[in-house]
């Protein structure tokens, strides 16, 4: 901040109610003694650019957004980051001093680096990957895996033309598969990504045949509420690796803070705590 104001930052959606970006920024403000805040803020979308082009004016230097904004924030947006304009979808804004809004896209970031954290031992090259999903989170993941260098990525949905529609935009690495073979693609990965709602509080349980998991395999899902989903719970019975989703936001939630804040926290079990609190 170029003047004596408290910087801001909040998280935008709608709903917004449920988010855990307060809790876990608030937990990093006091950590680290930064006379800041961050706050939800609920914005139809009729509002959504009159509220982000004022909120530059009344000390943010920035914001996340949440579902269903993310799409259209991009557009709003003054300039937009590499990543965020390849995964079509941004998720943190940054706010210049001259007023400006840059567009940024931390959720691949944070869905390698909760990765790594949780299965240290994974190799991206060790075969296919296997991602339940189609939507703006899935291309995220995509993203992610193929900058890595994952060799093949098998994506089902329950749409199959949004399937697709990834496959065209990312080229010959992803194979798309029906929805009614996802236990089979499941059973064939090195990798599994649940990148759906499904099974998550107040979702449909997710009902994909799960009887082709084995030791050895990786097993995420990015749905943290609960924190133990059906799909994680059969990977740990059948003796695979299993990573929660908790970890994906708060990994994502790094570089945006340090951003607007000016320090580089810290992910640890404290952090956890406190957002599960």
């Known amino acids: 901040m170029s003047d004596n104001r408290i910087p801001l930052a909040g998280v935008i959606g709608n709903p917004v109610s449920h988010s855990r970006s307060p809790r876990l920024h608030r937990h990093w403000l006091g950590r680290y003694g930064i006379a800041g805040d961050y706050v939800p803020l609920h914005v139809e979308e009729r509002h959504l650019e009159q509220v982000i082009r004022a ?12 579902i269903p904004h993310k799409e259209a924030a991009l557009r709003i947006a003054d300039q937009v980051s590499d990543r965020a304009t390849l995964i079509g979808a941004a998720n943190t804004l940054i706010f210049r001093t001259d007023g400006s809004i840059h567009a940024d896209n931390t959720d691949g970031y944070g869905f390698m680096a909760n990765l790594r954290a949780g299965a240290p031992d994974w190799q991206p090259d060790s075969g296919p990957a296997a991602i339940l999903g189609a939507g703006g989170a899935a291309r995220a993941v995509v993203v992610a895996l193929i900058e890595a260098g994952v060799p093949e990525i098998m994506i089902a949905n329950r749409t199959r033309a949004r399937a697709e529609d990834l496959r065209a935009e990312f080229g010959p690495r992803l194979t798309v598969v029906d929805w ?54 059969m990977a740990k019975e059948a003796g695979c690796t299993t990573v929660d989703g908790l970890g994906m936001l708060l990994h994502q939630a790094v570089p945006a803070f340090e951003r607007w804040f ?16």
């Open 180 to 233: 009614v073979q996802a236990g089979n693609m499941i059973e064939g990965a090195e990798l599994v990504v649940n990148t759906t709602s499904l099974g998550m509080t107040g979702q449909p349980e997710l009902r994909v045949p799960l009887d082709g998991l084995h030791a050895g395999q990786i097993v995420t899902d990015l749905v943290y509420s609960p924190l133990q989903t059906r799909l994680l719970a």
């Open 262 to 277: 000016g320090r580089r926290p810290e992910v640890d079990q404290a952090l956890r705590s406190a957002v599960l609190a």
């Open 55 to 66: 909120l530059p004016h009344m000390g943010f230097v920035g914001c996340n957004i949440t």
